[in-house]
């Protein structure tokens, strides 16, 4: 009798508080953007060009994480861009885990025809360079939030299905398939309601970690100025125009980077802590 | 007759030896498998490793199909019935596996786990029948609630036999179910099963490569070597005169209580 066992409670630990925190924060912030936002993102002032953020000499009142060079606040445009990154990262990253996790569900669970099918499929896509078929992709598509999205998906189809195949592989060789089949059980039911739950953590893990490569995609397109329209907020737009004033105005660089790199680092984090604590395997 | 079993031919293939074109050699595992199962029987099919005895199992069940030969259950010729045919039966035959570790749904609790074939078939008073389940393998029902992993290896396999009879089968394949179990949880576990078989009035199929448990259990054994039937015998008949060489040599590699040992 292992009675102790229900008394072991998993804290939530520091790393799902964090992550998890963060991107409520993020969603918050795009959600309500335009209420929160002290500034129109859009609005310049060329008169309030380059002011540096609140606790340097120099800072224009309001403004708290300083403006750009045409004078727009960095932080209502940061908080603009949360919106395109999130929207990007929720939509494109689960379309993304349905389709690739679906095929290499199949691929691995019934093998034979469907897995050389699809398998093939995915090799010959993955010798596609992915960044340069993204950016081909949307000189075909034209630039815009959908773009992105359908971008996205078709470049990072492949890491679900090749991961799902290997895992519904494995576990389609356990015994309890065999013996979902004794106890009469289709061969579809059973991938749903046996193999499914057992890859699910792998997928859920994946799915965060491909929302914050989302965001990277998104902003690495804003960068080389394939995103949405120049002017709309974008973290990986703000980087690209600090890029060329970073000696004077440091801050218009900084700042999306950092919330980028916290927000990347937020998804695969909340990944790993969510798979800690809700799997009754591990617990 | 629960089975009638007559020549059956199984092969697979090999794909090691596969040529760059064309089809894979096949590997006879099964070479003419005949026999008859009678009502009530606890049969131990005992062999060694290679020998066969689990294909004959899974080829029972109809986990695999049989390249030649015919099987009929009941009466019923299940030889090269498909898939969907076969579903309305399978109640009727189950099987219990090896290893419980792989063989119940890691992420089930082993309520849902004794629940699930139920419902499959439509039974009725689901709740009321695996709370009677698990008291038939003396486990506490409170454990309807736990997770396999969060069992000794011997109460997983007391769940794995708890599905197996809540479905109230005809027969049951037993297939080196003690052989991952440690002395005492084999005894427990062989003795109880023992039990059910003669309240249930179940036919069984014990598959072992260890006689001594074949012993305990059976009342009639089949000998396989490499796919073929080399002896077939009530078991007092088989441990007093073994007729093949090869029973002669698995009786032989069962370790005798030394009345001269020198370590006591």
Known sequence: MRDARAEVKRPIGLRLWLSGGWIALLALAAIFAPLIAPHDPLAQD????????????????????????????????????????????????????????????????YRGWADRVISRLVDIWM???????????????????????????????????????????????MDYVASAQVAGRT???????????????????????????????????????????????????????GRTSVHQAWWVLVFPLVALFLTVLSFSQLGEGLKDRFDPVLR | MMYEIRDLRLSFPDLAHKPLLGAAPRVEVLKGISFDLPKGTVLGIVGGSGSGKSTLGRAMLRLLKPDAGSIRFDGTDITHMDEDALRGMRRRFQMIFQDPMSSLNPRRRVGGLIAGPMRLHRMDNVDARVKEALDMVGLPQSFAARYPHELSGGQRQRVGIARAIALRPDFILADEIVSGLDVSSQAQVLNFLGELVRDLGLTLAFISHDLSVIRRLCTRVLVLHQGEIVEEADT????????????????SAIPLPDPHQRWV
Do not use: K
């Not at chain 1, 606040?73 to 389709?99: E, N, P, W, Y």
């Open chain 1, 46 to 109: 060329l008169f309030l060009g380059r002011m540096p953020p609140f606790w340097m000499d120099g800072a224009e009142p309001g403004y708290w994480l300083g403006t750009d060079s045409l004078g727009r606040d960095v932080l209502s445009r940061i908080i603009h861009g949360a919106q395109i990154a999130m929207i990007v990262a929720l939509v494109a990253g689960t379309i993304t885990c349905v389709i690739g996790a679906s095929l290499g569900l199949m691929a691995g669970y």
């Open chain 1, 127 to 173: 010798a596609f360079p992915p960044v340069l078929f993204a950016i081909l992709l949307i000189a075909v598509l034209g630039p815009g939030l959908m773009s992105i999205i359908i971008a996205i998906i078709v470049i990072d189809w492949t890491r679900f299905a090749r991961v799902i195949r290997a895992e519904a592989l494995t576990q389609g060789a």
């Open chain 1, 187 to 241: 061969r579809f039911s059973t991938m749903l309601a046996e193999i499914l739950p057992n890859v699910l953590p792998t997928v859920v893990a994946l799915l965060t970690l491909e929302m914050g490569i989302a965001v990277i995609v998104e902003a690495i397109l804003s960068f080389v100025n394939l995103s949405i329209s120049t002017d709309s907020p974008t973290w990986g737009g703000m980087i690209a125009e």
């Open chain 2, 236 to 251: 007092a008949q088989l441990f007093d005169a073994p007729r093949a060489d090869y029973t002669r040599e698995l009786l």
